[in-house]
């Protein structure tokens, strides 16, 4: 059996997932040429241009917590139970009030237009295809229209002052939003070597998607190559009350890896946390998100929910996830090479795999729901 009827056939046998959009039944060949997300990335760079890939794809400097999310995945292992009726399997999950058909988010993240114009339009759009839940920078500003079938939150690096977070809070309430996300580590622009040695101009992030007749600008000033740019240097735990007192919208911290912060959050009234290292793209050797997990779900005790994000690759990657604790993942990367590979067709697609995915691996390890899902299912190799 080739690898295309190999496909097929896994196609018919979770052809009941919650997440397939109609028309993938029925889509071309090269849509379904790609079997998993490592295929879609190569795909994606055949056709990105090296700038918009390395962006995409590259984390800061040596790259270590960008490897080491992918690699402590690989420390973790399921350990599974049978003799369980698995003839049905619910991977339906309930966040702030949204059901949703899998624990899968699309998470948020910068240069979409590098890859197509109007990109977040389009993601928006397989995401209301597929019914997943959209957390996006800074699309629904300008792209409303688009946001209106799709379940989304708004992430924001933070305001400097009151009245800019509040009037924030009340504008983005005010679109639909169901949830502010708040990336908290993120104070100043990441040294990130392979922008740097592409001399990546933060233009191009608007502009749209860099061509061959790209010119890149004059080599930086070597004292200023590690991009000394503030973002909100000045962000404190007085922002949850900030924005407190302007919306009743749930919010959500992202980047927290520290025990201390998770209670921190739970104490200063957070309505959520999301494990995250921004993808190994700030701070390089920090720890990979699926190592840090435990203790912040631990910190948190079970008052809020915990989220996770980083290296997410496969479905039994997001059950091992599940089994530390996290209530849901947020995968960045993954839909960005279904969109370079194939548009909002390869979003779906991608979105699609990694819950047919989980969905297997649930059934494999005989946990036919999430609530049945436990960290008896995970083990760390020692």
């Known amino acids: ?27 071309d060949d090269d849509v379904l040429g790609p079997v998993n997300v490592h295929e879609f990335e190569e795909a994606a760079k055949r056709k990105l241009h090296k700038l918009a890939y390395d962006f995409i794809a ?19 292992y399921l350990l599974p139970r049978v003799m369980t009726d698995v003839s049905n399997v619910d991977t339906s999950v309930e966040l702030f009030g949204v ?11 910068g240069g979409k237009n590098l890859v197509l114009p109007n990109a977040e339009a389009i993601v928006a759009r397989a995401c209301a295809k597929t019914n997943t839940l959209f957390c996006t920078g800074s699309g629904a500003e300008r792209a409303v229209e688009d946001f209106a079938t799709v379940h989304w939150w708004s992430n924001t690096t933070g305001q400097a002052t009151k009245t800019a977070a509040v009037g924030y ?26 922008n740097t040695r592409n001399r990546f101009d933060y233009g191009y992030m608007q502009s749209g998607v860099p061509g ?20 909100t240097p000045s962000l404190t735990w007085d922002y949850i009350d900030w924005v407190r007192g302007a919306t009743n919208l749930p919010l959500i911290l992202k980047g927290v890896l520290a025990p201390e912060d998770a209670a921190l959050a739970v104490q200063r009234g957070a309505n959520g946390i999301i494990v995250s290292n921004h993808g190994g793209r700030q701070l390089d050797g920090v720890i990979a998100t699926i190592d840090a997990l435990p203790d912040v779900v631990q910190a948190a005790g079970g008052k809020i929910p915990v989220l996770m994000d980083g290296g997410l690759r496969r479905g039994s990657d997001i059950l ?9 993942v947020l995968v960045g990367r993954a839909p960005l090479w279904g969109l370079g590979a194939f548009g909002q067709a390869g979003v779906e697609r991608v979105l699609w795999l990694l819950a047919a995915e989980l969905k297997l691996a649930m059934a494999l390890a005989g946990k036919r729901d999430l609530a049945s899902i436990d960290r008896k299912l995970v083990r760390r190799r020692a």
């Open 320 to 328: 091992k996830a599940l089994g530390l604790g996290a209530q849901a």
């Open 212 to 231: 061959d007749d790209v010119r890149p600008p004059a080599p930086r000033n070597p004292s200023k190559a590690a991009m000394w740019q503030p973002h």
């Open 169 to 194: 809070a009340k504008r983005i309430e005010d679109r639909g939003a169901k949830a502010i996300t708040v990336t908290v580590d993120n104070q100043y622009q990441s040294n990130r070597d392979r």
């Open 1 to 27: 059996m080739n690898r295309r009827s190999a496909f097929r056939s896994f196609l018919g046998m979770v052809l009941s997932s919650p997440l397939l959009p109609r028309q993938l039944a029925a889509a």
């Open 58 to 76: 590259g984390g800061v400097e040596d790259e270590l917590t960008l490897r080491a999310n992918r690699e402590a995945l690989h420390h973790w």
């Open 99 to 109: 059901k949703l058909p899998a624990p899968i988010l699309v998470a948020p993240t």
